[in-house]
């Protein structure tokens, strides 16, 4: 799916800003129809965000169920005979979308985009009014899974109720991406799909172009300045490019592939595809990027913060970036969902590595008795659903140089036999949909048991030695890490990387000898990794666990949310910050000798 960025051909209009916000305590707003007037006794929500943090009101804060948001927008008198499209970034965790009243669209999934056409609601002589129900209950029908547990019983407050989330991340739920209006023509460039290669001095653009209606395609890929580099006709093409800057870490080198759609000699669509030109494959035990083996340094991330929760926050989107840069990481997993594309862009030119995650996150843990993947859990209901949303992210991320691997699920169930057949198929859906990217599984899952690791190309093993095994003893880390990592490349031998592996620390806390939840010991912890990952050449990469300290469900573990932080919550650095900033900072400057 392009996303809707404007040129000569096209206008796009946000529509972010503040909207009217009900919460709908009662379940009415649906069989009262809401959607079809002005919402009655609404406060001010800023659009993206989180509801959850916003208000000092509790029940807001938890809440479970519809609320909704709703704005009025006028749309310019040159769109009328245009094609008229509301497109949303993402909404958690499904949305119902009407214009003037009338129905528009629906989706489910909390982390992607989706959007419809509106032409036919419009007025263009007075304002229009979208008004967007977003449901925030998980079930075992969706990524992430979930199950509303209800309270009927002597003691408990009438009508109490919760959500159980198998995640460890806050079920911040609201309209988190940007929401926009947009035109095209009738005819259009509907999709762009790109494969880059490079041979001798030379790179090749395989491009496809999907358009809808009539026209003729025209291509041109333009460099950083702009100078035409190579250009073609027709809807399917190789462009050659004589000694390409390639993309790479660190220098993500962005061409522009500008598509053209012409009728009858009149440019009616034009679409600028960013694109970078490199490969990355798997060979034996090493991860290659555009043929040199890379090692993964950085970070399992959130999307999370202050106030904003999980919306949308493009200041905080650059000063993360910097921390990266300034730590040396080359790095990423979208842990444990799609982020958004205003950050993915970013990775796109900065040239960070990106393991793109789908919302698989939390099958694990439950259901005693039960096998998680079983037809009362996880069953085909919800492996349809995440095969749709596989879909979706591919294509949405396709062209990103940034993007290369997809993560199908973090720490699933995977040493039952029923998870391989489920996985088989989530795994074969994504090959067919992209087979230029490998394909890794985040396990938690001991390797003598794991049922799937011969399904994917690189396996990412989380870790929590000293931590969650063993707390407090830091000598057990280097023997049984060092085990566990051999038996995974025994069995399977695919590159391993370590996508989990810390302690929380709450900052300016101090020990020595070190104690958990220290500074020391979040150092202590890392150092053993790295004597570890440093020993053994089937592992390529390094990703602690996290970035920043991030907001929970509350628990008897989580002190005001998961501090395992490299920086705080507010992106203050710990100790282990300039640690690692050393460490990856050397190892660069090996990786150069
Ligand atoms: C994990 C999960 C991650 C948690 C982390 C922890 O294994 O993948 O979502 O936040 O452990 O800190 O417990």
């Not at 029940?59 to 009025?72: A, E, N, T």
Request: aromatic share 12%; glycine share 8%; with cysteine.
């Amino acid at each position: 799916m392009l996303y809707p960025s404007e040129n000569a051909f096209r206008e796009v209009k946000d529509l972010c800003g503040i909207w009217n916000f009900k919460a709908d305590n009662s379940g009415v707003g649906n069989s009262e129809k809401w959607y079809e007037n002005k919402l009655e006794n609404t406060i001010l929500m800023p659009v993206p965000a989180s509801y959850n943090d916003i208000t000092q009101d509790i029940s807001l804060r938890d809440f479970i169920g519809d609320v909704w948001y709703q704005k009025d927008f006028y749309v310019p008198s040159s769109w009328k005979d245009k094609r008229i499209l509301i497109r949303f970034g993402s909404v958690s965790h499904n949305a119902s979308v009407w214009i003037n009243g009338k129905y528009a669209v629906e989706h489910k999934g909390g982390y992607l985009p989706f959007e419809a056409e509106i032409g036919k609601f419009i007025n263009f002589d007075k304002p229009n009014c979208v008004t967007v129900r977003v449901g925030n209950i998980l079930d075992y029908g969706t990524l992430p899974p979930g199950k509303i547990e209800e309270y009927p019983f002597d003691d408990y407050p009438e009508g109490f109720r919760r959500q159980i989330i198998q995640h460890d991340f806050f079920h911040y739920s609201g309209i988190h991406r940007p929401v926009k209006i947009y035109c095209t023509e009738h005819d259009f460039i509907d999709d762009i799909t790109v494969v880059t290669d490079i041979g001798e001095n030379c790179g090749t653009v395989k491009y496809s172009v999907k358009i809808a209606g009539n026209g003729d395609v025209t291509v041109s890929l333009r460099d950083k300045c702009g100078n035409e580099v190579a250009s073609g006709n027709g809807e399917n093409g190789v462009l050659k490019v004589e000694n390409p800057h390639l993309w790479n870490v660190g220098d993500g080198y962005l061409y522009t592939l500008e598509v053209k759609l012409s009728n009858n000699g009149r440019t009616v669509d034009l679409y600028e595809q960013k694109i970078g030109i490199r490969t990355i494959k798997v060979e034996g035990c090493k991860i290659l990027l555009n043929g040199k083996p890379v090692h993964f340094t950085g970070f399992g991330r959130h999307e999370d913060s202050n106030i904003h929760g999980k919306g949308l926050d493009n200041a905080l989107n650059i000063k993360d970036n910097n921390l990266l840069k300034w730590i040396g990481a080359n790095s990423f997993r979208t842990s444990h969902y799609p982020y958004s594309e205003e950050l993915m862009d970013i990775a796109d030119e900065e040239g960070f590595l990106v393991i793109d995650e789908c919302s698989a996150v939390g099958f694990n843990f439950w259901g005693a008795g039960k096998p998680v993947f079983c037809p009362e859990l996880i069953s085909d209901e919800a492996l349809t659903t995440h095969i749709r949303e596989m879909k979706e992210l591919i294509a949405r991320d396709k062209n990103r140089p940034c993007v290369i691997m997809w993560s199908v699920a973090n720490e699933a169930a995977t040493y039952e036999e029923s998870s391989r057949p489920y996985f088989k198929k989530v795994i074969d859906t994504a090959r067919q949909a992209d087979s230029t990217r490998p394909i890794t599984i985040i396990e938690h899952t001991k390797a003598n048991e794991c049922k799937v690791g011969d399904l994917v190309d690189v396996i990412g093993v989380n870790r929590y030695f000293s931590w969650y095994n063993d707390p407090g003893y830091l000598d057990t880390i280097e023997p049984r890490l060092t085990a566990e990592l051999k038996r995974w490349y025994d069995n399977f031998r695919k590159p391993v990387i370590i996508t989990e592996f810390g302690a929380d620390t709450v900052a300016g806390m101090h020990s020595d000898p070190p104690q958990m939840f220290s500074e020391e010991y979040q150092v202590e912890v890392i150092k053993h990794y790295a004597n570890v990952i440093d020993s053994l050449d089937f592992v390529v990469g390094e990703q602690v666990w996290n970035f920043a300290d991030f907001q929970t469900k509350q628990g008897i573990t989580r002190v005001l949310g998961n501090k395992k932080g490299i920086f705080t919550r507010d992106r203050s650095p710990k100790m282990a910050a300039h640690y690692l900033k050393e460490r990856w900072d050397s190892l660069k400057k090996e990786a150069e000798l």
